[in-house]
Nanobody
C-alpha cells in the first residue's frame, strides 16, 4: 500500500507561481512512476505531467514551458512547480503513483485545489 498526501494548493493571481508537493509513504520502494493530474468541474481528469524513477519527464502541451515536475527519491516526495499560471489552470490537482508489486497498482492522493484568479 502507498499513501499520498498533496499540499501547496491555494489561490494565486494570473502570472503567479505555486509549488505543489506530494509526500508518499508506505511501500514507496514499489513506486516506479509518479504523475500529477488535474480535474476542473465538469471536465475529465487529465494528465499534467509525469516522471519516472529515472527522472524521465513528460508534460501536457498546455503546461510545457510553465510547469516543472521533479521528485526527491530520498524524501519520497514529488513536486510540481507551476509558473505563469493562467485562469484555465484552475483545478483540483491530484498526485498519482504507479507501483509494481507482483501486479500494477495505482494510488491517488486526496487532491489539492488551485485557483488562478484576479
Amino acid at each position: 500500500q502507498v499513501q499520498l498526501v498533496e499540499s501547496g494548493g491555494g489561490k494565486v493571481q494570473p502570472g503567479g507561481s505555486l509549488r505543489l508537493s506530494c509526500a508518499a509513504s508506505g511501500s514507496t520502494s514499489s513506486i516506479n512512476a509518479m504523475a500529477w493530474y488535474r480535474q476542473a468541474p465538469g471536465n475529465q481528469r487529465e494528465l499534467v505531467a509525469s516522471i519516472t524513477a529515472g527522472g524521465i519527464t513528460n508534460y501536457a502541451d498546455s503546461v510545457k514551458g510553465r510547469f516543472t515536475i521533479s521528485r526527491d527519491n530520498v524524501k519520497n516526495t514529488m513536486y510540481l512547480q507551476m509558473n505563469s499560471l493562467r485562469p484555465e489552470d484552475t483545478s483540483v490537482y491530484y498526485c498519482n503513483a504507479r507501483a509494481v508489486s507482483g501486479s500494477i497498482f495505482r494510488y491517488w492522493g486526496q487532491g489539492t485545489q488551485v485557483v488562478v484568479s484576479s
